[in-house]
């Protein structure tokens, strides 16, 4: 369960980030929306203590994050926009290399590692090097690599931009199924659609702050709009 | 949680170094430059020995020798040897057949009997720099016989021949060839200098400018692991890189001076095993030296290309004071073991004269680089502490 409560962030001049709070709970998945330079990003690098908040604080589990750095990291597993792998590792090497840095035993790491290649369904890829592989197949070693540790919580920032639809689609499962293991997943997208087919509870971020929060059909009776697509215009841009 | 600290910095080290062996780049910068140069070096000052030993006999192949019989006798009495000339003098110098050729004129005789100028051609190449020693000494023994002979004719008209020499210039060369074999040492400790920070160079600047540019930081960084250690894990993978490079030059270096004539060039070398391995032991404290710097300049910089770019600049400054010692000589001060570069080039000058080191210079070399390398891996963990590290350009 991560819990961020009035989140602000700068960077010079620009405020990222206003006012952010919300709550993301144990077998859901929360869904953080909005247009690109919302703050989106901001906030996920924030939720695990990569970027530091000027106010506010983030609990991860019970952890504090800014005072508890790494214990609050081991529960968490994050999936960065940046899908940088090293292209002279095999995809299998890549995961591997995470799983020692968090101290996994051999045997575990390989079991598990395994289990994650069957599961993404990786094996034509796994003894590759990543030089030169596609998106969908890097968005799959990154996600292995995220996820080697079995962390209670999940952060993924936009983990579907640039796949194809089978990539998407296995995605999907994938923090479907993630979700119905009880774990916390947040999940970032602009992508309306995406997240309103995912998400069990939605946060709208528009300029560096919360502008809503519901399900699907909450937003969408909220703005009096006919269909999430104008009830998400409607919440971004008020004056439009 | 020590224990966690040494664990973490092993497996970033253990990665970084299968992912520099398998970079060709890496491998290439560490490799080719202490492999190569000692022997580029080697192979320059052989020539150089070899231009300074006894040299062969001149043969100076003339044509119309009838003429000149005055000229000949006295060529062969300085050591040349006349020979017969060949059939086309012009073609046979530009085929590089012959260095050169002399061709009496046929009135030779006549003119010079008369007290005349009288005339020897010398075909020559000048394209060809093989021959330029040849037609030096040619040349110069013509000349030698043509200003003995007018000595004599002034002599006979009672004339003082000192009135032909107004001014003596005498020269002398300084860069005699004890010179530029130390020269050669200097810069063959040069080239070790330059290995030890090319060694670690490449991996240096791949696994802190490279692991931003292909985005691989952000996720590293997100792990739960102490800053500190992957810094110095990747400082000791680009460490290893650099000890391999100063070995593999030090052994090319031990061996290209084994090659090279020094004999010839009249110094002493001492080249004992002992003395192969202090001049190890000289160039290793620049190692992690020259390792922890490049780590901070290339994650000081914002991308791949910039961290190259100031790179390159930083291969200067180790390089300085043996650039500085070839064109101007200082005599070693106990202080200079304390600045690394300056240290390696003094103190392996010393090994190589079969001077041994003393205490102190130990001391002062391996200090300062210990307390060097500490210093740039401490800036190095405050720099991973910034959120700015993540920042691309």
């Known amino acids: 369960m991560i819990h961020a409560r009035t989140l602000r962030k700068s960077f010079g001049d ?23 330079g919302a703050g989106k ?11 530091v908040p000027d106010t506010g604080s983030v609990t991860i589990d019970g952890i504090d994050v800014a005072t508890d750095t790494l214990a609050a990291r081991r529960t968490v ?96 499962a994938m923090v479907r199924s993630l979700r119905d293991e009880g774990r916390c997943v947040v999940f970032s997208s602009h992508i309306m659609q995406e997240v309103a087919a995912l998400c069990d509870h939605i946060v709208v971020v528009a300029r560096g702050q919360v502008v809503a929060r519901g399900t699907a059909d909450e937003l ?3 703005t009096g709009a006919s269909n999430l697509e104008d009830a998400f215009v409607a919440l971004v841009e008020p004056d439009a | ?37 000692p022997v580029l070096v080697a192979l320059m000052f052989t020539a150089i020995a070899q231009d300074h030993a006894t040299p062969p006999v001149l043969e100076i192949p003339v044509a119309g020798a009838e003429h000149a019989p005055g000229l000949v006798s006295f060529l062969e009495t300085a050591g040349a040897e006349v020979v017969d000339p060949p059939a086309d003098p012009e073609t046979a110098v530009a085929m590089g057949d012959v260095p050169l050729v002399l061709v009496v004129d046929t009135d030779y005789t006549e003119r010079f009997r008369e007290g005349r100028p009288a005339r020897v051609a010398m075909w020559v190449d000048s394209s060809r720099n093989a021959n330029r020693s040849a ?129 010839l060039l009249g110094v002493r070398v001492v080249l004992t095993a002992p003395a192969a391995f202090a001049l190890l ?52 001060q106990t202080w200079m073991a304390a600045v690394p570069g300056l240290s390696q080039q003094v103190l392996s000058g010393k090994v190589l004269r079969g001077d041994g080191l003393t205490a102190v210079d130990v001391g002062l070399a391996v200090g300062s680089s210990a307390a060097l390398t500490v210093l740039a891996l401490v800036a190095l963990s405050a720099l991973f502490e910034r959120e700015r590290i993540l920042k691309r350009g």
């Open chain 1, 14 to 36: 620009v405020v990222a980030v206003h006012d952010v709070s919300f709550e993301a709970p144990d077998g859901q998945i929360t869904g953080l929306l909005g247009p690109n």
């Open chain 1, 41 to 51: 990003s901001t906030t996920m690098r924030m939720l695990h203590g990569l970027l």
């Open chain 1, 77 to 172: 597993g994050v999936l960065p926009d940046a899908l940088g792998l090293y292209p002279r590792l095999t995809a299998v090497e890549n995961v591997e290399y995470y799983a020692a840095l968090h101290g996994m035993p051999d045997a575990e790491a390989k079991a598990r590692i395994a289990a994650l290649v069957e599961r993404l369904d990786m094996g034509s890829i796994a003894h590759r090097r990543t030089a030169g592989f596609s998106q969908g197949e890097r968005m799959k070693v990154a996600l292995a690599r995220a996820l080697v540790h079995a962390p209670q919580n999940i952060l993924l920032d936009e983990p579907t931009n640039g796949l194809d639809v089978m990539s998407t689609r296995a995605v999907r």
């Open chain 1, 220 to 222: 969408v009776a909220r």
């Open chain 2, 1 to 37: 949680m020590m224990s966690i600290w040494w664990r973490i910095v092993r497996i970033v080290a253990k990665k970084e170094l299968v992912d520099g062996f398998r970079d060709r780049r890496a491998l290439a910068s560490a490799l080719a430059f202490p492999l190569l140069s």
């Open chain 2, 135 to 263: 037609v030096k000494r040619a040349t110069y023994l013509v000349e030698a016989y043509s200003s003995q002979t007018a000595l004599q004719r002034l002599v006979l008209r009672g004339v003082d021949p000192q009135l032909l020499s107004p001014v003596e210039l005498a020269e002398q060369d300084a860069a005699g060839p004890q010179q530029r074999a130390a020269n050669l040492l200097e810069m063959l400790v040069m080239m070790a200098v330059m290995a030890a920070f090319l060694g670690s160079m490449y991996l240096a600047m791949d696994s802190t400018a490279g692991e931003r540019e292909r985005r691989s930081l952000e996720p590293l960084l997100s792990l739960p692991i102490p800053r500190s250690a992957l810094v110095v894990g990747k400082f000791l993978a680009a460490l290893t890189f650099g000890t391999l490079g100063v070995i593999l030059a030090t052994t090319t270096m031990v061996v290209a001076m084994d090659l090279t004539p020094l004999e």
């Open chain 2, 281 to 332: 032991g000289v160039l290793l404290p620049l190692v992690p030296v020259a390792a922890a710097l490049q780590l901070l300049v290339a994650s000081g910089a914002t991308s791949f290309k910039e961290a190259q770019t100031w790179l390159s600049m930083t291969l200067f400054v180790p390089m300085m004071p043996g650039m500085i010692m070839t064109v101007r000589p200082v005599n070693p």
